[in-house]
Structure formats: C-alpha cells, structure tokens
C-alpha cells in the first residue's frame, strides 16, 4: 500500500460534476463542470442532475487526469461523494467509481461530502489546528462541527429545517431571481443598507438553527411593501438584499460565538457554498478580531462543490486504511456519526 498515495476523486452530489487528483497529500487539479439545465426551474431537478452527470463525469475526468499528467495505472485508489446529497447524482459518481476501481483493481474510497467541506481546509496551507469548529454552509446543510480530527468529527449544532443555503436560494425567488439566487443576493446586497429593514430571526434552543421563518418573513413583507408600490422590489432591492444577508449571518453567527465558549475554542473555520459570500466573510473577520478567533475561509472555489475537498478527505482515509468493498451504495442521507460508525465496520451495509 503506498504511504503516499495518487487518488483520482469523483464528486456527482448535486448539481456540479468534478474531480480531481490528489498526489502525495497535494491536490493537482480540481476540474469542475457546473449544470446551468436548472436556471429556469427555481432549483435542481434530479432526473436532469443525473443525465448532466452521465453526460459531463467522462470529459471531466479526463481532463482531471490528463492536467494532472498521470495515467490509469499510476492510481493507488478511487474516491467518490457516497452522500448526502441527490440519488439520481450520487449514483453517477458511485458507478463511475466503482467501476473504475474493479477494472484497474485499486481500492475504492467512499467519501462523506459534509465532512469533505470541512477537510477542504487541507487543501492548501494556512491550516487549522485540531481541535477547532466549522461552521458548514452550504444549499443542504448548516452545521457546526467540532473538529477533534481529520476523520473525527462531531455535529454539535445544525438546522432543523431549511438550510441557510436554501433560505437564500428561496429568498432570491421571491425576489425574480433565477436558482441558485445565493450568489446574486450577495452581489446585489454589496451596493445595499443592511440595515434598512429588519426582519426577525428565529431563536431556537441549544446550538440548533431554524431558517424556515425568515423566509415566510421576508414573503409577507414584499406582499404587503408591493400593495402600496408596485416597484418596491425593484427601487429597494440591494437595500432588501443586504437586510436579508445581514440577517442571516447574524444568526449563523450568533450561534458559532456561543458553541466556541462552551467547547472553549478560538480556531473558527467556515466552509459551504454560502462561505462563498462576501458579507458573511467580511462579518466573520470582523467578528474574528472582537472574538480574538483564528480563522479559516476557503478559497472561493473550494467552498462550493468540487472534488478537490473529496481528494484531500480522500488522502487521509487511505492513511487510515479506509477502505469501502464493492457492495457500497449511494447514501443520500448520509450522516456524519453514521459514516463513522459504518467506516470503522468497514462500510458495509
Ligand atoms: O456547498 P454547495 O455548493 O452545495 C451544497 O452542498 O449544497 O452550496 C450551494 C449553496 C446554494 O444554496 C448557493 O445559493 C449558495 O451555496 N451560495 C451562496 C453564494 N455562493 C453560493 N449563497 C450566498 N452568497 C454566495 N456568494
Ligand atoms: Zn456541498
């Protein structure tokens, strides 16, 4: 088994096909083919995720592979998403992996995707020191995560209904925005006031958090803003945009301050598709300098989806000898305490 193991990684969760080769704990490339089909739905469609995957996962791991310049059997192992995520996508990933590994005979590694967005701090340096929390933001999930370790993780804190990710995308909706609508609140609320309208954040115990309302929220005020002027949307809508932003970050936050005074820890870490966003990465340095935190955000293209966090997450569960057999399936509700129960049996199910 090679102590420095070169990993070809497949990452089919959503709505981006990508992957990329890790070598030596290295990361070489991190290919990416993002789905426009779901522009004009309000979010993804899974049957056409999955044909997009099946189209892109060839071209896409070709390129990987040839960028990376190295050849098939010069593979030590496959990486794949095994979940959460879509059935219909994750499926696309698993086969390919599988199949892969059978034909070149190597081992075959099932990767958790939440845990991957975390670990997508080793990519490149600087990197958190153990223990430290994650806060993981992305369209499915919002977690905090105590981070003891590479491969130990434990979920202290996450949403009970939508996540944060998902209030953004149904809030641009509301707004004419086109899925994902995160990116374009984020754009717009740059020229806005996030102070100019208040709306009221949803406090709910322990380190739990609650979505759900603030976009009900935000609803009934554009109905009752737009009965007195049809133009409201459009007159306000940076100011509308950078309210709604401040809001949620305010209440990711609120959160992520009490979970490092009861665990007693100044690492911070933030990861998802949401670290993406420029007012929760400003709010978070700010926040970081009151606090006195160290912290960690991830290069924009390590935030959103990509098989560069899978290579890296990769890389230290060959280290670990985790290894998956053949008869691993997709798991679209994957959680994090479940794939470390099913990896130290084995992964098998
Ligand atoms: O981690 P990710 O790529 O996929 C999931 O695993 O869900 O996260 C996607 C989510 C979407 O909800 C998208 O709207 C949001 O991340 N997002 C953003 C930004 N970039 C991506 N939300 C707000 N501001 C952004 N700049
Ligand atoms: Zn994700």
Request: aromatic share 8%; glycine share 8%; net charge negative.
């Amino acid at each position: 088994m090679a102590k420095t193991p070169t990993i070809l990684a497949i990452e089919s969760s959503c709505d981006e096909t990508s992957a990329a080769v890790v070598h030596q704990g290295k990361v070489l490339n991190n290919i990416i083919a993002t789905q426009t089909v779901h522009k004009n739905y309000g979010g993804v469609v899974p049957e056409l995720a999955s044909r997009a995957h099946q189209s892109n996962i060839v071209p896409v791991v070709n390129t990987a592979m040839k960028d990376a310049g190295i050849n098939l059997h010069q593979l030590d192992a496959i990486a794949f998403t095994r979940g959460p995520g879509l059935l219909g996508s994750l499926l696309v990933g698993t086969s390919f992996g599988k199949a892969m590994a059978l034909s070149l005979n190597i081992p075959l590694i099932a990767v958790d995707h939440m845990e991957a967005h975390v670990l997508a701090h080793f990519i490149n340096p600087p990197y958190p020191e153990f223990p430290f929390i994650c806060l993981t933001v992305s369209g499915g999930h919002t977690q905090l995560v105590l981070v003891k370790d590479y491969l130990g993780m434990q979920v202290i804190g996450q949403t009970r209904d939508d996540a944060v990710g998902e209030a953004f995308d149904k809030i641009a909706k509301l707004l004419g925005f086109p899925y994902p609508g995160g990116p374009m609140i984020d754009e717009s609320a740059q020229q806005g006031d996030p102070l100019a309208f208040q709306f009221p954040s949803t406090n709910i115990p322990e380190l739990d958090y609650s979505f759900s309302g603030i976009k009900t929220a935000v609803k009934y005020f554009l109905r009752d803003e737009l009965a007195g002027d049809p133009d409201f949307i459009k007159d306000r809508l940076s100011d509308i945009c950078a309210s709604v932003q401040h809001t949620l970050v305010q209440m990711l936050f609120q959160k992520l301050k009490i979970a490092t005074k009861q665990y007693n820890i100044s690492q911070v870490a933030i990861a998802g598709g949401v670290g993406a966003n420029t007012g929760l990465r400003q709010e978070f340095l700010e926040l970081a300098k009151l606090e006195r935190w160290t912290v960690f955000i991830p290069e924009f293209q390590y935030c959103t989806d990509n098989a560069a966090m899978i290579a890296i997450t990769s890389h230290y569960k060959y280290l670990d000898g985790q290894f998956s057999d053949l008869m691993v399936g997709p798991d679209p509700r994957l959680a994090m305490d479940k794939v470390h129960r099913q990896s130290r049996e084995g992964l098998k199910d």
